[in-house]
């Protein structure tokens, strides 16, 4: 593993189901966030952890729940999936909370029917 | 609210030197952010600015006004691999990240 690494890289869902968007790092890096990024907006923070044990919520986190277990792992879970889900997730890091620059994953690409 | 603000969209010449805008108001300041996204990937780390004045990196080069809440990414000799969305984020009171929509960059032979 080199980086992050985000899985699924595409997915198509029905709504209702639920879906785990994984991430995982090699960096050794204290925070983690998750991203939503729709077109014409801006990327917006779904959760975060800023060290592994806690979490915390972002802009929006509505329909979505995070864990952080370990420092390499941030999976990002779907609990009932609707069709206002669908997006590209980002999963991002940074050495601590007070950082001066944040790295990204690959991307997921979700779409919710 | 907090709100960044940059164009849309952009069109330049390759060769040529263009200048991308944002102004933001934030709850506090701790950092401007640019960063470049090509279609389809993710974005990539640019510069970083928390003082006034200008930060220069090789043909890429970033300036801020804390006063006036304004930050520009100026590009220089450009190339047609710098087609891109630029993405300009301030960091707030908390240390969360706040972005634009971003500017699409579009580089012209």
């Known amino acids: 593993i080199a980086g992050i690494t985000q899985a699924p890289t595409s997915q198509i869902l029905a709504a209702g189901r639920r879906m785990t968007l994984r991430c995982t790092q090699d960096?050794?890096?204290?925070?983690m966030y998750w991203y939503r990024q729709d077109l014409g907006l801006g990327l917006r923070l779904i959760h975060y952890?800023?060290?592994?044990?806690?979490?915390g919520k972002g802009e929006v986190p509505d329909g979505y729940s995070v864990s952080r277990a370990n420092t390499d792992d941030f999976p990002l879970t779907l609990a009932s999936a609707v069709p206002s889900q669908t997006s590209v997730y980002f999963c991002?890091?940074?050495?601590?909370?007070?950082?001066?620059?944040?790295?990204f994953g690959p991307g997921t690409r979700l779409t919710v029917l | 609210g907090q709100n960044i603000d940059q164009p849309t969209e952009m069109t330049a010449t390759e060769g040529a030197i263009v200048q991308i805008n944002c102004t933001y108001q934030?709850?506090?300041?701790?950092?401007l952010f640019w960063y470049q996204q090509h279609a389809g990937e993710a974005p990539t780390f640019l510069s970083y600015n928390v003082l006034d004045g200008l930060e220069e990196k090789g043909r890429f080069s970033s300036f801020l006004s804390r006063s006036k809440g304004y930050s520009y990414l100026l590009l220089k000799e450009l190339q047609m691999k710098d087609s891109a969305s630029y993405l300009c984020a301030v960091k707030d009171s908390n240390y969360q990240l706040i972005w634009g929509a971003g500017t699409k960059l579009i580089i012209k032979p």
């Open positions: 952890s800023n060290t592994a044990g806690t979490t």
């Open positions: 991002a890091t940074s050495n601590d909370p007070s950082f001066n620059e944040q790295f």
């Open positions: 960096m050794r890096h204290n925070a």
């Open positions: 934030t709850s506090g300041f701790n950092g």
